[in-house]
């Protein structure tokens, strides 16, 4: 994993204690958001997501584009102790899709805010020969991941016994706080800038409305970013210290003056010292 050089590791330090403040705010938005966020429940999903897929065709036909998709599936903590603290995050491959740094953001948002909850990157779509409502606006070209418990229990899921009654409320709180918290900051966020490696330096054109960037990490072989770190504004290049470091790839995004963070561009190979 690459080091970045000791003189680019700078801060805006109005922009961290903003970060932090909407790190944890979750919903409490009063102003409006830049973007739609639109909370749906759609029907059909087990005889072949046919209310998502009509959706999905729906909003094509009308012009309709979204930013991201997450889809809440078995969140409810209906297991009891063994599904707490932790959460799947399953989307379509490549390693370097769209819908994958989707899921890294949600593990991004969650090591910030809620540590409690570990999110788990998945390299697949979905559990083998499993789907979820994600997949029609995946297959569409749209940003999607799917949470669901780190453990399923046969005998609760979607049998007679899926109940409210058997849920486990702290649960199913986490994961609705994350998939909140993803879509209000991924509405008010800056879009990511277009980095590119040179001169053993990652480097990005300013993008307007932001006040610092976030810098993510991930080595090769790895699904999950590994470091990440803030830089201010200011700094637009980020040399890597060879020192200490590895092929990996590297991802961009950028944090509004209110806290908001954007999703992350697309990654970029990196290879410290040259």
């Not at 961290?16 to 429940?41: E, T």
Request: proline content about 9%.
């Amino acid at each position: 994993m690459p080091k970045p050089a000791p003189p680019a590791r700078t801060t805006t330090p109005a922009a961290s204690r903003r970060w932090s403040r909407r790190r944890g705010c979750w919903a409490r938005q009063r102003d409006p958001l830049p973007a739609d966020v639109i909370f749906a429940a759609f029907s059909a999903e087990e005889v072949g997501k046919l209310g998502s897929a009509a959706y999905v065709r729906d909003s094509l036909a009308a012009g309709r584009r979204f930013r991201a998709v997450i889809a809440l599936d078995t969140v409810g903590g209906a297991g009891g102790a063994e599904t707490a603290g932790a959460v799947r995050a399953f989307s379509a491959d490549p390693v370097g899709s769209p819908s994958r740094q989707l899921a890294r953001h949600l593990d991004v948002l969650a090591r910030a805010s809620l540590p409690i909850l570990d999110v788990q990157v998945q390299d697949a779509l979905d559990r083998p020969y499993r789907y979820s409502d994600h997949v029609p606006f995946s297959d569409a070209g749209f940003a999607a991941a799917r949470l669901i418990e780190p453990v399923e229990d046969p005998g609760s899921n979607h049998s007679p016994a899926d109940l409210p009654a058997n849920l486990t409320p702290e649960i199913l709180r986490h994961n609705t706080q994350l998939a909140v918290a993803a879509a209000a900051h991924l509405a008010a966020g800056p879009p990511p800038p277009d980095p590119t490696f040179v001169d053993g330096a990652l480097q990005w054109e300013a993008v307007p409305g932001a006040a610092a960037y976030v810098v993510a990490f991930r080595a090769e072989g790895k699904q999950a970013f590994g470091a990440v770190m803030q830089v201010s504004a200011g700094s637009t290049a980020l040399p890597l210290d060879a020192a200490d470091g590895e092929d990996a790839y590297a991802s961009v995004a950028a944090l509004s003056a209110e806290g908001w963070m954007g999703p992350f561009s697309a990654e970029i190979g990196v290879t410290p010292g040259e």
